[in-house]
């Protein structure tokens, strides 16, 4: 094993679904961004771990700033079988920001450092993991952790593709993690599903970063009590019209069901359209387009989906003169 491995994960935004998807059975559209995270692990006699955030590298002794490595290692070594200190050592670098001067951009970049150390692991120990397993062993190191999300964004990285995600009931995962060696929590059936979705459609998709950064813990807890059952419902049934839409290419159906989502979202809470995000919105009216913020909102990206490259240059520019950064356009074609 003297060989260099290198693995790679990317980011999510969310489409439509969010905070609906905090409750068991609610669906969320979950879409992969092409930015990029690269972690290479090598041999060596002890376990090492570098992340170009920080300027200094740790080893297994607790370190604020690498909790969450730490915990996937111990998690992923537990899953072995091994202890910790009979693991066969390595040197693990991680390396692509997913932040420019310290801002984040909030394209996933906790769920996918995750991602990337179980991916970096499995390809050092010679596992054959699937991403189905990769997403449940995520999960499983977030909920451990005390974390409050849904757990959509770590099965969008896993499977690094659009898909639509159906949430389970985290408390009751949370309580076999608390009883059952991690072996037999892993083996059962969480009762999600996480579905890739091929759209049938051509469209341009463009990632707006607000420049600004919020938090989605602390969202979700300002937001969770305006959560009812009339947004519930209404979320779901746009989210089904949006993802059969995708999948037979009926456009005029997929910017109605996202400007509907949109509207939901913004009569949920007034923190979600921060001024920013709403002009991400506004620039898209009269385009042949749609714009929306996406997860928690307050900060971080919005997206659109464009339908053809004038309007493509014509929303460029008006984000632009909105002070939103475009971060990522992606041609996406039916295949
Ligand atoms: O802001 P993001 O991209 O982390 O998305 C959060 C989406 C929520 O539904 C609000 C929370 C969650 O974990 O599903
Ligand atoms: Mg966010």
Known sequence: MKKKLQVQTGGKLYLAGEYAVLTAGQSAIIKNIPIYMTATVEAAPVITIQSDMFHYQVGMNPDGNYTLIQQTISNFAAFLRQKIENLAGFTLEISGK???????????????????????????????????????????????????????????????????????????????????????????????????????????????????????????????????????????????????????????????????????????????????LLLLKQAAEGLDAVAKSSGSGGGDCGFALSFDSKTTEDLCKRWQTAGIEVLVIEHCEDK
């Open 98 to 276: 997913m932040e420019r001067q310290g801002v984040k951009f909030g394209i996933g970049s906790s769920g996918s450092v995750i991602i990337l150390t179980i991916k970096a692991l499995s390809a050092f120990y010679q596992q054959h993991l699937t991403a189905d397993t990769v997403f449940k062993l995520a999960a499983y190191t977030l909920l451990k952790s005390g974390d409050n999300g849904s757990m959509g964004d770590l099965a969008c990285i896993a499977y690094n593709e659009l898909i639509c995600f159906t949430a389970f009931d985290r408390q009751r995962v949370k309580a076999w993690i608390d009883q059952e060696p991690i072996q037999t929590v892993l083996e059962k059936d969480w009762g999600y599903t996480i579905e890739p979705l091929k759209p049938a459609l051509n469209f341009d998709f463009l990632v707006g970063w607000t420049k600004t950064a919020a938090l989605s813990g602390d969202m979700i807890r300002l937001v969770k009590g305006e959560i009812k059952q009339d947004f519930l419902l209404h979320t779901q049934e746009q989210v089904q019209k949006l993802k059969n839409a995708l999948l037979e290419g009926e456009k005029e159906t997929v910017k109605a069901s996202l400007a509907r989502v949109s509207d939901l979202l913004q009569d949920l809470h007034p923190a979600i359209y921060s001024k920013p």
